[in-house]
């Protein structure tokens, strides 16, 4: 496990360095095979699927290193000690690059970085979710290779407030609708619906004073209902 991890890691970390060595990788299994099988064909097609395996590692490393960590992984905190913006750009956006220090299950402290680009998280998605500055967050390591993490963002403060404000906008929505108009009944449905989506989602984040609020109003309305 730590072996893979730490490679893992390189590829995840270093894919413009990775890129090259894939590409040798590959070509020397088809000089091993063109060499069996007496046929130069293998080794101008290995080429092509060494080419192709580095492109796809430069965007697919993070996600198969956060599957790993996942699954293997021990859990940990994090906490994001200093970020600098790069002179690197991802989609026009700068690259930043964040020095954080890892506290292990057995209390040891352990440095350990990454950037926009190799951030690496989970649950997976088409999104870079990272932690605030100075905030603890939950995190998955290998013992024995714990500078590769995995920022486990929806078991983190930071990931359960995000994910509250993206469900809250349907309720935002609804609330807007029925402010312009509080007599029409469509509008009303809408926005009792929108509340128990909302409330059926985060119920049990009951330290959330948003949720707690919103709670509040779908049990006026539901009350509300009743009487009528």
Not at 200 to 215: C, L, N, R, T
Request: contains cysteine; neutral net charge.
């Amino acid at each position: 496990m730590v072996t893979l991890s730490a490679l893992l890691y390189f590829l995840t970390y270093h894919p413009m360095w990775s890129f090259p060595l894939i590409i040798l990788f590959f070509c020397a299994i088809g000089a091993l095979v063109t060499m069996w099988r007496k046929s130069v064909s293998w080794g101008s097609s290995m080429l092509l699927v060494g080419f192709l395996a580095g492109m796809f590692n430069i965007f697919i490393a993070h996600y198969a290193n956060a599957l790993f960590l996942n699954a293997f992984g021990i859990p940990g905190t994090g906490i994001i000690v200093q970020g600098k913006q790069t002179s690197s750009t991802l989609n026009d956006q700068y690259v930043w690059k964040y020095d954080a220090v890892l506290q292990t299950a057995d209390g040891r402290d352990i440095k350990t970085q990454f950037t926009t680009m190799s951030a690496t998280t989970y649950p997976l998605r088409n999104a870079i979710l990272i932690p605030p500055e100075g905030e603890t967050f939950v995190t998955k390591y290998i013992p024995g290779f714990e500078r590769n993490i995995v920022i486990m963002s929806d078991e983190s403060l930071y990931g359960q407030r995000l994910r509250i404000d993206e469900d809250l906008q349907p309720v935002l929505k609804a609330e807007a609708q029925l402010a312009v108009s509080p007599a029409n009944s469509e509008f009303l449905k809408e926005y009792r619906e929108a509340l128990r989506s909302f409330i059926g989602k985060h119920g049990e984040a009951s330290d959330s004073p948003i949720v707690a609020a919103y709670k509040r109003k779908l049990e006026s309305l539901e009350t509300m209902k009743l009487g009528q």
